[in-house]
């Protein structure tokens, strides 16, 4: 069974940084595109960004590009999140998710909450 955990949310103030990391297992981690994605109280989930199989190919959502940034370890079975310059609406649950054949996003974290304080 695939297993997604991600750490490092927390609180930090605006202007600040953190790293989210999502770690992988019981799947071919490397055969995944990995996701993540964000869901503020009293908001749909909304989708942040994702990294291809190789980790060559990434793509951000226009509200984060230029400040977040995905990688990932295949070695280490884990995607990481890199958050600069956060905002408060950045204020949000943050999930990884793994898509195992290009179709949807097929394993989902328990989620990591993530507060910017103004």
């Known amino acids: 069974q695939v297993q997604l955990v991600e750490s490092g949310g927390g609180l930090v103030q605006a202007g600040g940084s953190l790293r989210l990391s999502c770690a992988v297992s019981?799947?071919?981690?490397?055969?995944?595109?990995m996701g993540w994605f964000r869901q503020a109280p009293e908001k749909e989930r909304e989708f942040v960004g994702r990294?291809?199989?190789?980790?060559?190919?990434?793509y951000y959502a226009d509200s984060v590009k230029g400040r977040f940034t995905i990688s990932r370890t295949n070695a280490k079975n884990t995607v990481y999140l890199q958050m600069n310059s956060l905002k408060p609406e950045d204020t949000a649950v943050y999930y990884c998710?793994?898509?195992?054949?290009?179709?949807?996003?097929?394993?989902w974290g328990q989620g990591t909450q993530v507060t910017v304080s103004s």
């Open positions: 019981g799947g071919t981690f490397r055969s995944f595109t």
């Open positions: 990294i291809s199989q190789s980790g060559i190919s990434t």
């Open positions: 998710a793994a898509d195992r054949d290009g179709n949807d996003y097929d394993y």
